[in-house]
């Protein structure tokens, strides 16, 4: 679409059929604020995990990488105006997510990269960690924007933030690492 108002993002994070996380809550506001929205879903359970029971699937690296590579070879990367990661609790979904957003960057080197680097929360970590340096080292440097939480900040700025001298070094950190905005959330 030619529109210069065409607003195009691939927002890849999980799904809940019951309740409003990842791509259930992502794609309205989207849609509402005119974005054509395709989510690519790397999980799929009953609902969020901080349930005492979830039922569902983790998808694997190959999963998604089906679903890229028919991107890729139907040429629609290009029509991508935004990319939006949130969950993706396994380190080769991410670097291959890295790679993607490098293919679309050939096509479209305007396209907006937004990372919230989902990673745990109040001190618990909902992924392995062998995630914290794929984000660190490799994904935070393809992103425009950064969204960590409070608990993922510290867990890639690797120290803790205890008040507001630690929050500002803790964003500049953050910066270095590749984002132009940076947004630590749920700060306590």
């Given at each position: 679409?030619?529109?210069?108002?065409?607003?195009?993002?691939?927002?890849?994070?999980?799904?809940?059929?019951?309740?409003?996380?990842?791509?259930?809550?992502?794609?309205?506001?989207?849609?509402?604020?005119?974005?054509?929205?395709?989510?690519?879903?790397?999980?799929?359970?009953?609902?969020?995990?901080?349930?005492?029971?979830?039922?569902?699937?983790?998808?694997?690296?190959?999963?998604?990488?089906?679903?890229?590579?028919?991107?890729?070879?139907?040429?629609?990367?290009?029509?991508?105006?935004?990319?939006?990661?949130?969950?993706?609790?396994?380190?080769?979904?991410?670097?291959?997510?890295?790679?993607?957003?490098?293919?679309?960057?050939?096509?479209?080197?305007?396209?907006?990269?937004?990372?919230?680097?989902?990673?745990?929360?109040?001190?618990?970590?909902?992924?392995?960690?062998?995630v914290i340096p794929e984000y660190?080292?490799?994904?935070?440097?393809?992103?425009?924007?950064?969204?960590?939480?409070?608990?993922?900040?510290?867990?890639?700025?690797?120290f803790k933030i205890k008040n507001?001298?630690?929050?500002?070094?803790?964003?500049?950190?953050?910066?270095?690492?590749?984002?132009?905005?940076?947004?630590?959330?749920?700060?306590?």
């Amino acid at each position: 679409m030619s529109s210069s108002c065409y607003k195009k993002v691939l927002t890849i994070q999980s799904h809940v059929v019951y309740g409003y996380v990842g791509n259930k809550s992502a794609t309205l506001p989207l849609q509402l604020f005119r974005f054509d929205v395709d989510p690519l879903n790397v999980v799929q359970f009953s609902n969020h995990t901080g349930y005492p029971i979830f039922k569902g699937r983790r998808s694997d690296v190959e999963d998604v990488k089906i679903i890229l590579d028919g991107l890729i070879a139907n040429d629609m990367i290009d029509e991508y105006t935004h990319i939006l990661t949130g969950y993706i609790g396994n380190k080769d979904i991410l670097k291959l997510v890295g790679e993607f957003i490098d293919r679309v960057k050939v096509s479209n080197p305007n396209c907006k990269v937004l990372i919230d680097p989902v990673m745990g929360d109040f001190g618990h970590l909902y992924v392995s960690e062998t995630v914290i340096p794929e984000y660190r080292n490799d994904l935070l440097k393809r992103a425009d924007i950064a969204l960590p939480n409070w608990f993922e900040a510290e867990l890639l700025v690797d120290f803790k933030i205890k008040n507001e001298d630690n929050a500002l070094k803790a964003l500049e950190v953050i910066h270095k690492l590749g984002p132009k905005i940076v947004i630590i959330t749920s700060v306590p």
